[in-house]
């Protein structure tokens, strides 16, 4: 069996890495005394065209910065290590933790971080926050982008997260995540999986599905698709927001309506919640000046319509 492949780093040196099939990965763990654990959504990708793909798709080069997470055994890790100017992996899995440092023992721009990349639904764990802000510090011309083998449970908090509270700037973020999420992601008015997060991404960033992966890509396999997603961020747009009121206060209302998403917009602005009153107190007049009908719901509005709502 190949248990190696030649590659070109950063600096144009030829690497070695192995590639980590399911046979290499088994033999990994059972060298380690370990196993996937499904509670942690471990899920590893074996096809090794579907990584080069994530890679490519990202266009990594050495003037990025790459947020990993569920950095896992560093399959994926090793390559974006390889093209990247830096590269910080966040694993809660200390026991992967472990593997993930030994797989970049030789990528100095590389940091593995053994944490839980968020504090709570609505907040990145500040430890990240501040190993980021660290490294952009050190060189400023550096661009934060996400490229992740998600794991599915932490994927529309973590990537919500980074589109509405941008403290961090990121340019893109190219995932593997769940298919029923992807398309959630890139919905459109009217359809059955639109929603807040839908809303959101189209009016922050630029989304595409890129593939649609088989359970078979990946080891253990997981009972749903997936979906390599690539969402770039378009500070037009943000603009746009930024001159309505913020874009924090945007996710607030969309967020709020979409809760009662079958009741009338009127219905719902009657009775706001403290959220929804602090932030839109004049829902009524807001519905007669963007020409909305109130009797409409909010899964029936354009990402253009909410932004004249809001604005």
């Known amino acids: 069996m190949k248990t190696n492949d030649s590659a ?16 290499y990965l088994r033999g990994l763990f059972f060298r380690a005394g370990i ?7 471990q899920n590893f990708l074996i096809d090794l065209n579907i990584l080069d793909l994530i890679v ?19 399959a994926l890790s090793t390559m974006l290590a390889e093209r990247a100017g830096g590269l910080i992996a966040v694993e809660v899995d200390p026991a992967m933790a472990r ?5 970049l023992k030789n990528a ?5 971080i053994e944490a839980d990349i968020l504090k709570n639904k609505n907040t990145i764990n500040p430890v990240v926050v501040e190993a980021i802000r660290a490294r952009l510090a050190e060189s400023p011309a550096l661009k934060l982008k996400l490229t992740a083998n998600l794991p599915y449970h932490i994927a529309t908090p973590l990537i919500i997260n980074l589109l509405v509270h941008q403290e961090l700037e990121l340019e893109s973020a190219t995932v593997t995540i769940q298919r029923e999420l992807a398309e959630r992601l890139a919905a459109v008015a009217g359809s059955t999986a639109y929603g807040s997060a839908s809303v959101i991404v189209r009016a922050l960033a630029e989304i595409e599905i890129v593939r649609i992966l088989p359970p078979s890509v990946f080891w253990p396999r997981p009972k749903v698709e997936s979906a390599v997603v690539s969402i770039r961020s378009n500070p037009a747009k943000r603009s746009r927001l930024e001159v309505s009121g913020g874009v924090e206060r945007f996710h607030t209302i969309v967020r709020e309506l ?3 998403r079958r009741k009338s917009l009127r219905g719902v602005l009657a009775r706001p919640s403290a959220a929804l009153a602090a932030s839109f107190p004049e829902g009524e007049a ?25 604005s």
């Open 286 to 310: 807001r519905l007669r000046a963007a020409g909305i009908d109130g009797m409409r719901r909010a899964e029936t509005l354009s990402v253009d319509e909410f932004l004249a709502l809001v």
């Open 108 to 112: 100095p721009a590389a940091r593995v």
């Open 56 to 74: 490519e798709t990202a266009s990594i080069g050495a003037d990025d910065l790459i947020l990993e997470v569920g950095t896992g055994a560093g």
């Open 99 to 103: 593997l993930a440092t030994a797989a």
């Open 35 to 41: 196993a996937p654990r499904h509670a942690l959504g």
């Open 258 to 260: 979409f809760l009662h």
């Open 8 to 23: 070109l780093d950063g600096g144009g040196n030829v690497s070695a890495r192995p590639r980590q099939t399911q046979t």
